[in-house]
């Protein structure tokens, strides 16, 4: 029986995706459940398993092709008459699955035998094998020798240059030196298509900066009181919540209750109109492979500083896996980056439209700081407020962050709600 893979319904905001990869190739076996294919949209990796096991018959989307909603990706064959030994190991496809090319005797141009591997290469790059060197037994290609033939090591005008710069004898008549002739290395260059989240990113970034009237407020704050709680009182809040005691749970933390004495910093524009948002969903950027994502921490002021903590832990390890949904990442009211983590001193963070404000986390770094007339060492960081002036007033916008530093600077005040 003949099995259909389509793509899921997509949501309403996500008009497609691409293709990313197939894991399996025609005639292998699948088990239920075992990912298939993966299709890579806007924000999320979706893997697409196997609704039951079977054989992969035949692949109608190829590697970087647009689908959508419903559309046909491939077949799964499950009318399977090898026994499960022959199924598991597959070294023999069975007579309904897509044919392949055979191992032993393929159907090709070339004088020696080459693997489909090496094939690929010779016809994406539209190279000659005859002009290439191979190592393999009889001169056969092998799939490093096309690489290597690519990154200019059998190029041969830098081989005939190699060939020019050695002595004719091995043994020098006189003492004088021979000048060292610097062999001139290929310049290589890639190009490569954007994938789909770095091209939605682009977007976005460019309409923040052309549609919103973006100015930065800066601060500097002190966290040696929260260097305290938490050398008091990591070991104890680990034992109790499974995770360790970070930073993040802080300043989402001191961000909600700023935002609620400054509620246009939690605001956004539609039209002409003003959207007061009395909830506080917080978005966390995290950095990938694959790029810059924001994962929403909803309804921030109900979770206690475990919740937060567990949260932000789990958003990272997601992320990286690419397996965020796209509950995960819709909607946001307000916006936190930490560039610290990767050294940086101070930013101006862009808005992640529609929201109004960001605030940009940086390094913390010990600097000489005057408290009570004294000079002492303290922990410092550089905080950043970027907000849309078109909503923002100076005067809301450093009342914001000034309200932030209070906070962190005297923590027990989030807890007493003063």
Do not use: C
């Amino acid at each position: 029986m003949q099995i259909e893979i389509p793509v899921p319904n997509l949501p309403e905001s996500v008009q497609d995706a691409t293709l990313l990869d197939w894991r399996k190739a025609p005639g292998d076996a699948v088990a239920q459940g075992e990912t298939l294919v993966e299709l890579e949209t806007d924000k999320v990796i979706l893997d697409i398993p196997a609704p039951v096991s079977g054989i992969l018959k035949q692949i109608l989307r190829n590697k970087g092709d647009l689908v959508t909603g419903g559309e046909l990706l491939g077949i799964l064959e499950t009318s399977i008459t090898q026994n499960s030994s022959l199924i598991q190991n597959t070294p023999v496809l069975p007579e309904t699955a897509a044919p392949v090319a055979a191992v032993t005797t393929p159907s090709h141009p070339y004088k020696q035998p080459v693997s489909p591997a090496v094939r690929r290469l010779l016809t994406e790059h539209g190279l000659d094998p005859s002009e290439i060197p191979g190592s393999g037994k009889e001169g056969r290609l092998s799939r490093q020798d096309v690489m290597d033939y690519l990154a200019g090591r059998h190029d041969p005008a830098i081989a005939k240059q190699n060939d020019s710069a050695q002595p004719e004898n091995d043994i020098q008549t006189d003492n004088t030196s021979t000048p060292v002739q610097r062999v001139a290395q290929p310049r290589a260059e890639r190009r490569l298509p954007m994938t789909r989240l770095r091209a939605r990113i682009a977007e976005r970034m460019l309409a923040s900066r052309q549609n919103t009237a973006t100015l930065t407020t800066f601060n500097e704050v002190s966290l040696h009181r929260i260097y305290e709680l938490r050398n008091l009182y990591k070991t104890r809040f680990e034992q109790e919540h499974g995770v360790k005691l970070g930073f993040m749970s802080f300043f989402v933390k001191a961000t909600v209750e700023a935002l609620k004495r400054v509620p246009i910093v939690n605001a956004s524009i539609d039209g002409n109109d003003l959207v007061y948002h009395d909830y506080y969903d917080i978005g966390l950027a995290v950095s990938t492979e694959r790029g810059l994502v924001v994962p929403v921490l909803r309804d921030a002021d109900t979770l206690s500083f475990g919740e937060i903590e567990k949260s932000v832990v789990e958003f990272s390890r997601k992320a990286r896996a690419g397996r965020l949904s796209y509950e995960e990442l819709a909607g946001g009211t307000f916006s936190i980056t930490n560039g610290g983590i990767f050294g940086s001193m101070l930013s101006t963070p862009i808005i992640n439209p529609p929201q109004s404000a960001i605030l940009g986390m940086h390094a913390i770094k010990e600097r000489p700081v005057v408290e009570n007339g004294e000079i002492v060492i303290r922990p410092m960081i550089y905080l950043a407020l970027s907000y849309d002036h078109r909503l923002i007033d100076g005067r809301d916008a450093v009342s914001f962050l000034y309200t932030i530093k209070e906070l962190l600077e005297d923590p027990i005040r989030m807890v007493l709600h003063i």
